[in-house]
């Protein structure tokens, strides 16, 4: 791949895809007929497009678009021909897991929680997506991303919690 490619953010990687996609559909009008229903028009489908000054490409507006030319959700994140999903290899992250927890019980740190590798790599794949940083004053958008991939993979949160402060009793 291509590192140029593979060093774009998110937002210019849909715009490059959304070309490929509405020259593939015969231009914006026909993108329109399309997929565009009553939602969205030429006019805005030439501005998402525009080689001089393309309309961003939101990450919400983006699985919207997805949806709507019944393509995977990320479709637009990625380099075109990158059929594969984002993010990490599970198995490979299930292991990096278990060392995390035997190397904290021979040093005897305290228990390494369980963490389910499948919610983990879905939490990189909504940071990899949002395609900016994590911080305070963005979290719950971050957190509205994850739950709605995490969702969509019929996942839960990925953490078994130990017991609540003097109950005994586990949650989560």
């Known amino acids: 791949m291509d590192r140029t490619i593979a060093a774009m953010d998110a937002s210019t990687l849909r715009t490059i895809n959304m070309r490929d996609r509405v020259t593939a559909a015969g231009g914006p009008a026909e993108w329109a007929r399309q997929f565009g229903g009553s939602r969205w028009q030429q006019p805005q489908v030439s501005q998402w497009i525009s080689e001089a000054n393309p309309k961003g490409i939101g990450h919400r507006l983006a699985r919207d678009l997805e949806a709507a030319m019944g393509i995977p959700s990320g479709t637009l994140d990625r380099p075109a021909g990158e059929s594969h999903a984002l993010g990490l290899d599970v198995p490979t992250?299930?292991?990096?897991?278990?060392?995390?927890?035997?190397?904290?019980?021979?040093?005897?740190?305290?228990?390494v929680p369980a963490i389910d590798a499948e919610a983990?790599?879905?939490a990189y794949d909504t940071i990899v997506a949002e395609a900016r940083s994590l911080d305070d004053s963005n979290v719950?958008?971050?957190?509205?991303?994850?739950?709605?991939?995490?969702?969509r993979t019929g996942g839960k949160d990925g953490v078994t919690r130990g017991p609540v402060a003097g109950t005994g009793k586990a949650t989560g």
Do not use: N, T, Y
């Open 140 to 151: 719950l958008d971050f957190m509205r991303a994850f739950v709605e991939r995490l969702e």
């Open 120 to 122: 983990l790599a879905v």
């Open 93 to 111: 992250l299930r292991s990096a897991i278990r060392l995390l927890q035997l190397v904290s019980e021979i040093r005897g740190g305290g228990p």
